[in-house]
């Protein structure tokens, strides 16, 4: 590398690297300044920094926009990878606040600098387009949120889930890998354009259907896609409330950009046709068969769910199987809908976690303990219901638009109504889904308080996290052009 | 016509108002939402007074929505939207003033109930599909908390089952919207464009019945009608009086408005039989006169008074969805007069069981009820139920008279034998309204000894009187809605259907 492409390094991952840097310093403060402080003082001081480091690196991000990329796609910064990080990042700030009144750790530097780290992991994912790295970062990523999920030291729930997530995601890192070797043997490159020219040429080489496979397989256990879910419950309900939120936020924005990238831009000769009656063999129609089985598992058994995380793993199961219509489409309009859908889904996601975490004092997990929340915190039980009817798509909330433009996209394709069973299974499942968010919030407003149920206490930070949600969701609802904008005009940028 | 929009803005205001008022001064919420509902029945009003009665739309806010995908709120209105939105101005008044005994989380109550309406007023309103969507699922969930929370019988189970089967109807709207967006090039949602569109027949041949099946089950067609009863009797009085008076009117506008409107050519025969049947039409049609009789049928032997009513409804709508069906003028007019009249003698049917018999006696059981010498105890109630009663069986002199008596022409011209059907199912209506209204208010009577009821309030004997009076004035002087329904359906938006099989 010359002189100039590290000072164009620099230049692109400024904020990566403001991030990364801040991580660093949480952990430093912590040890040294702090050593002697409460665990209180410690975590807010903590939560504080990180807080600042992302709004930082965010104002860079919005400010100072950089494009450009090096050699190998090792780095692609384009406007739309731009926005996912802004997403990340805001959605790492709320992660923040959410862990600022936990009380379940003493490593306060520690824990923040990992969400940190995850983070950082995170937006590099999604600004490259080489092979290498993209696999570097996922395990960058699975790294860190490996010890998030075990940092509970004292829950054994939270070490079995860690366990668990370790040996899974172990397995599919090698799966992966191996998938990713051969399509560098294939194609004797790294970077996504270059395979994609290979690909075109043979798109019905035996081992580059192998290498799909495998390809598809490792990302399938990072989005959680049935049959590669496994690990979803344990560790949606063994770990800490801020970890959950974090692998059940973020990380699925990531790993769907990611995920949609390679497909698009590297395999998109091998593609092949899901249509129906006019199916082709490729990616696409495997994509469709994994969608198929998220959608009906993940929301089919969300019903006999007892606990609300492991409800939300599943129905987190059933929303991959939604957004993986996206991809299948894998058009340019698609591609806009999955980032839509999945930052909604993402801000819903992370404010039902936030009520979780309100709860957390109380070990409140099962459905059960929901009851009469809506008389014991009605702000709460009210943040709860706009959380879940978005999950739910029920208009004018944000989690509707969504799934309307997915439907949109992958209506829209070459053969008119191709996809259309794709279509009407997943408004079928989400007739499914309403049943089972219902079934929490009639807990949460027809149901009794148990006696002496007292009015709970929900920390100021957590409280600010809920209502930003909450009122994005709203506002994303009665207003998605304020983000479709965003994301039409980055998408169509320069093209 | 620019205030109509304030019907929608107000109703959500005053359920934002209601809950700011003091918790422990119910009497405020009371008053404020009937203020509410009030202000939005004279907007109605003065709205229908002035209306355009040549036929065109009238637009009342357009404005771009979601430009990318060129969606727009656009509410407007035509003489149909009008008096629906009369009818729903109607029904919240009589709603508040039959639930002035709510005494349980009556904020909340208020609240939800002014969601409800607020929603409903939107889908009347709305000419952009996108819009009427989001207003038609909005409606959704206030109803399932109303239910389950102030309701009686099953109140858990009617809720889940009445939203189940509303999200699973409108997630066959959803399916039919999303496609006709996509085949009508993307640009636009407006049903004013969209009814000039020239959709492919082969793709309305079944985007027709998906999105008709679709708001068909909000209004209670057989097969799909089975949450109406459970959900009419688990419901508090106001709500079951919204539900069959004006939600499941929602059901027929939207068959109407979105699926006849934009899929006319759906209707056209098939060009071949499937047991005997040759379009969609004929099929709609038997489930409808299937629904009439069978509604009327199971209403003759039930147990508990509110189950009367609400099979009752199941039978009355049916000749809604008959009406539509025949696809000529006289019976379409006649299934939006009778969207109207039922939607007034459903709500008093209501009133009187739900909140002057069951709330005083505790018991909607037949034989108990006939053991209380209700009509000497409740002179009022039984004076109203007794009218309620012969308005509902059709008598002339009252609205559903007007309406029924539209359909049957409408039908006999269509076809003729399920005119007869229809007819067989008026009188065994005639069965079981005789039958309740016998054991109701004039049973034997053997509990000489009965504790005073409590008196029939003020409130009550308003809201009674309001819709007595609709339902009176509609029948003796029908040309009021007519003179608004007619130039609409011989409008521009229904030309499509006009032209292909009107007959």
Not at chain 1, 230 to 246: D, K, R
Not at chain 2, 230 to 251: E, F, I, Q
Request: hydrophobic share 60%; aromatic share 12%.
């Amino acid at each position: 590398m010359t002189g100039s492409s590290y000072f164009e390094l620099l230049r692109l991952t400024a904020p990566e690297i403001i991030v990364a840097l801040t991580a660093l310093l949480v952990l430093v403060l912590d040890l040294s300044v702090l050593r002697q402080a409460a665990l209180a003082t410690r975590l807010r001081c903590a939560v504080m920094v990180a807080c600042i480091g992302c709004v930082l690196s965010l104002l860079m991000l919005e400010n100072f926009p950089a494009q450009g990329g090096l050699p190998e796609a090792m780095l692609v910064v384009t406007p739309l990878t731009q926005l996912v990080k802004v997403a990340l990042l805001a959605l790492a700030i709320g992660v923040l606040l959410l862990v600022s009144s936990a009380r379940f750790t003493t490593h306060a530097g520690e824990y923040c600098a990992l969400i940190l780290f995850a983070t950082t992991a995170m937006m590099l994912l999604v600004s490259t387009q080489n092979l290498l790295v993209i696999f570097i970062t996922i395990e960058f990523l699975s790294l860190s949120l490996y010890v998030l999920t075990a940092f509970d030291k004292q829950s054994q729930a939270s070490a079995e889930a860690g366990l668990k997530y370790f040996l899974f995601g172990g397995m599919s890192a090698g799966i992966l890998l191996f998938g990713m070797s051969l399509l560098y043997g294939l194609s004797g490159s790294l970077a996504l354009e270059a395979i994609s020219a290979t690909v075109s040429r043979a798109p019905g080489d035996p081992l580059l259907t192998l290498a799909m496979v495998m390809v598809l397989a490792g990302f399938g256990f990072k989005i959680a896609a049935a049959p590669f879910h496994m690990w979803a419950p344990e560790v949606y309900q063994g770990a800490p409330t801020g970890s959950a939120a974090l692998i059940a936020s973020s990380s699925k924005v990531a790993s769907f950009f990611a995920l949609f990238v390679v497909f698009y831009v590297g395999l998109m000769g091998a593609a092949g046709n899901a249509a129906w009656g006019n199916y082709s063999a490729g990616w696409a129609p495997l994509i469709a068969l994994i969608a198929t089985l998220s959608m009906l598992w993940g929301n089919l058994a969300a019903i006999a769910q007892t606990s609300v995380r492991r409800l939300l793993a599943y129905s987190a199961i059933g929303h991959a199987g939604y957004m993986l219509i996206a991809l299948v489409v894998h058009s340019r309009q698609s591609l806009a809908a999955l980032v839509y859908y999945v930052i909604t889904y993402a801000l819903a996601t992370v404010g039902a976690f936030g009520v979780l975490s309100a709860l957390e004092d109380e070990k409140l997990d099962s459905i059960a303990d929901f009851a009469g929340l809506g008389k014991r915190s009605p702000a709460l039980a009210f943040c709860l219901l706009i959380f879940l009817l978005s999950l739910a798509g029920v208009p004018p909330l944000a989690g509707f638009f969504g799934k309307f433009y997915v439907f949109v996209s992958a209506l829209r394709t070459a053969e008119p109504f191709g996809l259309l069973w794709l279509v009407l299974l997943a408004l079928a499942m989400s007739v499914v889904s309403f049943y089972y968010y219902l079934k929490i919030l009639k807990q949460a407003y027809v149901s009794e308080p148990s006696t002496g149920a007292m009015a709970i206490r929900v920390p100021m930070a957590t409280r600010i996290v809920l209502w930003a949600t909450a009122t994005l969701l709203v506002l994303l609802g009665c207003l998605p052009g304020l983000l479709v904008n965003r994301i039409v005009a980055a998408l169509w940028f320069g093209k | 016509m620019a205030m109509l929009a304030w019907t929608i803005y107000l109703s959500f205001l005053g359920a934002v108002a209601v809950t700011l008022t003091p918790a422990r001064r119910p009497a405020v919420a009371r008053v404020t939402a009937l203020l509410t509902a009030l202000a939005g029945l004279g907007i109605a009003i003065v709205a229908a007074v002035h209306g355009d009665r040549s036929g065109q739309l009238t637009t009342v806010v357009q404005t771009p929505w979601i430009p990318q995908l060129g969606i727009e709120y656009h509410l407007a209105a035509d003489g149909i939207s009008l008096i629906l939105v009369v009818l729903t101005g109607i029904a919240a008044v009589a709603g508040i003033l039959f639930s002035w005994n709510v005494e349980r989380r009556v904020k909340d109550f208020f609240a939800l109930y002014l969601v409800l309406i607020g929603a409903v007023y939107g889908v009347f309103l709305s000419f952009d599909l996108f819009l009427l969507f989001v207003f038609y699922e909005i409606a959704i969930i206030p109803k399932y908390f109303l239910i389950a929370i102030w309701g009686s019988t099953r109140r858990e189970y009617a809720a889940m089952k009445l939203v189940l089967y509303s999200f699973a109807g409108s997630a066959l709207v959803l399916a039919g919207m999303v496609a006709a967006y996509v085949v009508a090039g993307q640009r636009t949602l407006n049903l004013e464009a969209l009814a000039h569109y020239p959709f492919p027949v082969h793709f309305q041949m079944w985007a027709f019945p998906v999105v008709f099946v679709g708001f068909a089950v909000l209004a209670g067609m057989w097969p799909f009608h089975t949450w109406a009863p459970t959900g009419h009797a688990a419901a508090p009085t106001a709500a079951s009086m919204l539900l069959a008076g004006v939600v499941m009117k929602l059901g027929a506008y939207g068959c109407l408005r979105v699926a006849m409107m934009l899929f006319p050519r759906g209707l056209e025969p098939w060009g071949f039989h499937v047991l005997g049947f040759g379009s969609w039409q004929q099929v709609f049609a038997v489930l409808a006169v299937i629904g009439i009789v069978y509604g009327a049928s199971i209403a003759l032997v039930q147990k508990d008074l509110k189950f009367v009513v609400g099979y009752s409804s199941v039978s009355h709508m049916g000749f809604v969805l008959l009406g539509l069906m025949t696809l000529n003028q006289i019976g379409l007019s006649g299934a939006v007069y009778q969207m109207f009249s039922h939607g007034i003698i459903a709500g008093l049917l209501f009133a009187v069981v739900g909140r002057m018999v069951y709330d005083r006696t505790h018991t909607r059981d037949l034989r108990e009820l006939s053991r209380i010498p209700l009509a000497r105890l409740l002179p009022f109630a039984a004076v109203t139920f007794v009218l309620a009663m012969m308005a509902s069986i059709g008598l002339p002199g009252f609205s559903g008279f007007i309406a029924e008596l539209q359909v049957l022409i409408g039908s006999w011209s269509a076809f003729p034998w399920m005119s007869c059907v229809a007819g067989v199912g008026i009188l065994i209506g005639i069965a079981f309204s005789w039958r309740a209204l016998q054991a109701t208010f004039f049973g034997e009577g053997e509990k000489t000894a009965t504790e005073a009821l409590p008196p029939i309030t003020m409130p009550e004997r308003l809201g009674a009187f309001l819709l007595l009076g609709s339902t009176v004035v509609l029948g003796l002087y029908p040309r009021l809605l007519m003179d608004l329904i007619m130039p609409s359906l011989n409008g521009p938006l229904f030309e499509q259907l006009r032209r292909g099989v009107w007959r």
